[in-house]
């Protein structure tokens, strides 16, 4: 088991404290590292909102929250009052610079420690808020900011947030959350390619046929409809996410894991996408708008239903992804992603190629390529698919056999929330799994082309059954190429 390394002490402030990504995530991985001893006592979370709350009514609000969304077994009834000790309430309109006299007031008596400013708010209040923290004097040299996504809906707005919140904050003191970096199996991705010579020396073109990533999601928009309406598929997870699993996955060894090192290699990936001209944005992508259906034997409306009016935002994308660079030319990347699918499963897949020659006879059975899976959720693992004979007599036949890891039985742990590695390596100032500005605006530059191309063929997103896979369309991107998606977990 990994040792909990402590963290110096430090206040949080949280801007959109009473909103959802609050209660649902940052407290209760907040109150995982403060029961496992990662921070002390001495810390506060200052929680900054709008709402006329007091301190002992933001504690109740947020015990509600805790109870249901901590698991009953790591709920501690002692742990709990001592964690909700460290709430404070501020009453705090971000939009307004006289609007922070509470929030000053409680800061002003410790300049010294560790000061997270965590933005859980709308991104178009991001650079507003930190104007007002400047000119209420609340920034000192050992402040930090965290920007949650979206930075910006295009290249242009991104450029803008970057701008406002820069000119206050140095770049080495603003955090963009991206919270699959903070996945366990997404940071052994960097061991299993750099700790392993098996796996690196076999991480090329010359080996690898190609590449899949699916993130797929049961739900539909939920309580997000406004959001996600101006959002979409292709910002709300490709332009963060996937792209954020493709850098991981296609970027040359960096020199050493800090933050520059890592964050100059998975610029390069995206510098060497291959662009989609508008031509090519037909064929080489797939937008799908869920529709009626059933997921998990419960029928389910539309989209448009859901939202409250008809709309032409895609709720799944699927895309290919070519490389210019020696390492992946001619290996194609397959991304999708989408909401109301058959399931809830984040996997990546690495398909190697067939092997050159068999010294096999026919009657021996049908020889499969191997595959490397790493399962991001549920049940975080990793899963290699490899050759095998068949035991016992009767002559030789060869079976398809995996070799597994699951994290979770394998280290009879619990996995820690992306949150909570995230917000400590916030306090300590370690920004290897955030993004960087150019990573971000890089990003942006790639996606950018294909929103244009999308809205000047005023195509309307093609429509698939809730509790499915997608658009057909997105079956005949892969299969015209002789591959298919992967979807084995179909049977878990």
């Known amino acids: 088991m990994a040792a909990i390394i402590p963290v110096d002490d430090f206040d949080c402030v949280v801007f959109g404290a009473t909103g959802d990504l609050t209660l649902r995530k940052l407290l209760p991985a907040l109150y995982h590292r403060f029961r496992d001893a990662q921070f002390s006592a001495n810390c506060r979370i200052i ?93 000192t040299p050992q402040s930090r900011v965290v920007l949650e996504k979206p930075i910006g809906h295009d290249l242009e707005s991104a450029r803008q947030v970057n701008d406002e919140v820069g000119g206050v904050f140095d770049e080495n003191q603003i955090f963009r959350i991206d919270h699959f970096l903070g996945k366990e199996t997404v940071q052994n991705l960097l061991a299993l390619r750099f700790a392993n010579v098996i796996f690196e020396r076999l991480w090329n073109a010359d080996l690898i046929d190609h590449v899949q990533i699916t993130v797929a999601e049961t739900v539909g928009v939920e309580g997000r409809g406004e959001y996600y309406d101006h959002a979409g ?41 291959r662009p989609m001209a508008a031509h090519d944005v037909g064929h080489l992508t797939v937008r799908g708008q869920y529709a009626a259906g059933a997921v998990h034997g419960k029928s389910v409306e539309n989209y448009a239903t859901d939202l409250g009016r008809p709309s032409n935002t895609e709720t799944f994308v699927a895309l290919k992804l070519e490389f210019r660079s020696w390492r992946w030319a001619g290996v194609p990347f397959y991304l999708r992603t989408g909401k109301r699918l058959a399931q809830k499963v984040s996997e990546i897949v690495i398909q190697y190629r067939d092997v050159p020659f068999s010294v096999f006879p026919r009657e ?7 595959r490397l899976v790493i399962r991001l959720q549920p049940e975080e693992g990793i899963q290699l698919h490899l050759m095998t004979k068949d035991p016992g007599p009767g002559g030789l036949r060869l079976r398809p056999a995996n070799l597994d890891i699951h994290f979770e039985e394998a280290f009879s742990i619990r996995y820690p929330d992306a949150y909570e590695r995230l917000l400590m390596d916030t306090v300590r100032g370690y920004a290897t799994l955030f993004m960087r500005r150019d990573e971000v605006e890089a990003a942006w530059s790639w996606i950018s082309p294909i929103l244009q191309a999308w809205e000047e063929a005023g195509d309307k997103p093609r429509p698939y059954a809730s509790g499915s896979w997608g658009p057909t369309a997105a079956i005949g991107l892969i299969e015209r190429d002789g591959r298919t998606w992967y979807e084995a977990f179909e049977e878990n």
């Open 47 to 139: 929680a900054a909102a709008r709402s006329d709350l007091t301190d002992d009514g933001y504690r109740e609000r947020a015990e509600r929250a805790l109870r249901d969304h901590v698991a009953a077994d790591d709920m501690h009834q002692e742990t709990l009052h001592s964690f909700l000790a460290l709430l404070r309430y501020a009453r705090t309109d971000g939009a307004k610079a006289d609007g922070f006299g509470p929030l000053a007031k409680l800061l002003s008596d410790d300049a010294d420690r560790v000061r997270v400013f965590y933005l859980a708010t709308s991104p178009d209040l991001y650079g507003t808020i930190c104007r007002n923290l400047d000119k209420n004097k609340l920034i």
């Open 364 to 370: 021996a059975g049908e020889m499969q390529p191997n």
């Open 233 to 273: 598929a292709l910002r709300d997870m490709v332009q963060n996410h996937l792209l954020q699993l493709v850098c991981l996955l296609a970027m040359e060894p960096p020199l050493d894991l800090q933050a520059d090192a890592l964050r100059n290699e998975k610029l390069k990936v995206l510098r060497a996408l």
